[in-house]
């Protein structure tokens, strides 16, 4: 069965960092786009990053600059680096498995079939 835990959440101040960290099983991690999203309290969903199969990656303008997103194949891990955190990136991160193997089709939610059970950020001083 497909399984993603998310970990790496936590408290950081303004300016600080984290990485979260995603394991994947149960699927063939390396043929399928990978994404991070986040929810705060009282918003929708949104996207954060989306790295394709072959490690091309896509950013939210929000964090352009800042996240880095990358994957290692053969640990069937996915992370989303995150510096210089800004109060406004608070959220608990999810991440989620594309039906596709590109970024193109991979930037709306509805073509994720499966999904984390997220980890929280918060970012406060």
């Known amino acids: 069965q497909v399984q993603l835990v998310e970990s790496g959440g936590g408290l950081a101040q303004p300016g600080g960092s984290l990485r979260l960290s995603c394991a994947a099983s149960?699927?063939?991690?390396?043929?399928?786009?990978m994404g991070w999203f986040r929810q705060a309290p009282g918003k929708e969903r949104e996207l954060v990053a989306v790295?394709?199969?072959?490690?091309?990656?896509y950013y939210a303008d929000s964090v352009k600059g800042r996240f880095t997103i990358s994957r290692d194949n053969a640990k069937n891990t996915l992370y989303l680096q995150m510096n210089n955190l800004k109060p406004e990136d608070t959220a608990l991160y999810y991440c989620?498995?594309?039906?596709?193997?590109?970024?193109?089709?991979?930037?709306?939610?509805?073509?994720?079939?499966?999904w984390g059970q997220g980890t929280q950020v918060t970012v406060s001083s």
């Open positions: 989620a498995k594309s039906r596709y193997s590109g970024t193109y089709y991979s930037t709306e939610s509805a073509v994720y079939d499966y």
């Open positions: 790295i394709s199969s072959g490690g091309m990656p």
């Open positions: 149960g699927f063939s991690f390396s043929r399928y786009a």
